[in-house]
């Protein structure tokens, strides 16, 4: 890893993700596996059709957390996350991923549901 990498990865672990500032404690769940990492949990907007009928907005729950914590820096479709509720921000959750993507810049941005 370069000198940047590992500039902005710490960058990242130290502030971004800092669950005393913006980020949240997450256990990832991974069979057996229960694995303790920083993430950025939030919704994105979705708006649809805007001339349908009945146009809706819908929220999509995601979370953003470093490639290096991941077990082997690999992110996997049904990834199982658990954050324990942020008061103002949001409940207790536990997600799973539908999708994901692999930002160059060391991120994986994981699209998620909820699930029991």
Do not use: C, W
């Not at 500039?7 to 971004?16: H, I, M, P, Q, V």
């Not at 799973?96 to 029991?116: I, M, N, R």
Request: charged share 30%; hydrophobic share 40%; glycine share 6%.
């Amino acid at each position: 890893m370069s000198a940047f990498s590992e500039s902005l990865n710490e960058d990242l672990f130290d502030n971004y993700f800092n669950d005393e500032e913006f980020g949240d404690a997450v256990v990832l769940v991974r069979g057996s596996e229960r694995i303790s990492m920083r993430g950025l949990y939030d919704t994105m907007v979705v708006e649809n059709d805007p001339s349908a009928d009945l146009p809706a907005i819908s929220h999509r729950p995601r979370l953003m957390v470093r490639k290096v914590d991941l077990p082997g820096q690999v992110a996997r479709k049904g990834d199982v996350f658990e954050l324990v509720q942020k008061n103002g921000v949001h409940k207790t959750l536990r997600l799973k991923a539908v999708e994901f993507a692999d930002e160059s810049y060391g991120v994986v941005t994981y699209q998620l549901e909820e699930t029991k």
